[in-house]
């Protein structure tokens, strides 16, 4: 019987979930305890998997159907399921990186606007089609 965690997301037992994925509870335990599933666990002590564990089963087998080592399956999950750790520094290394480039943008279409109109029309039209379509987007958002 399918189980539902706190938020109301759908929960498996072992049991379960070896039988959504094809396998058996003796290969879930061991993926379990190579650190491919985390089991969340109930105050009874069973374990209980979540929807993003399925898919990660789903995974872990697609791939050893491919005949994939396990070592090479865990780096394959790691890129396909980042934890959420991994996921927050790489959010906050983006929002860093967008801050940069906004802030360079800005430098670009500040110097720009300096230029005497027709220096302006000499740069448009050395700037390619793309480039300077992505560079008057710029200018219409920043100003």
């Known amino acids: 019987m399918v189980g539902r965690d706190i938020d109301g997301a759908e ?10 994925a094809g396998v058996t ?23 209980y998997y979540d929807e993003n564990a399925l898919k990660r089963l789903i995974f ?7 005949r994939l080592a396990l070592s090479d399956i865990k780096d ?3 890129n396909q399921f980042p934890s959420s750790a991994k996921l927050d520094d790489e959010i906050g290394n983006l929002a860093l990186e967008i801050d940069h480039m ?13 230029l005497k109109p027709e220096d302006r ?7 390619p089609p793309e480039k300077l379509a992505v560079f008057q987007s710029f ?3 920043l100003s």
């Open 11 to 20: 929960t498996y037992r072992i049991s379960e979930l070896a039988a959504l």
């Open 25 to 47: 509870k003796r290969t879930v335990d061991y993926y379990t305890n190579l650190g491919l599933l985390t089991p969340a666990r109930s105050c009874s002590n069973y374990r």
């Open 60 to 66: 872990i087998v697609d791939c050893k159907k491919q």
């Open 76 to 78: 394959r999950l790691e």
């Open 102 to 114: 906004n802030q360079n943008i800005s430098g670009i279409l500040h110097r720009f606007e300096r």
């Open 121 to 127: 029309d000499k740069l448009k039209s050395k700037l």
């Open 139 to 141: 200018m219409l958002l």
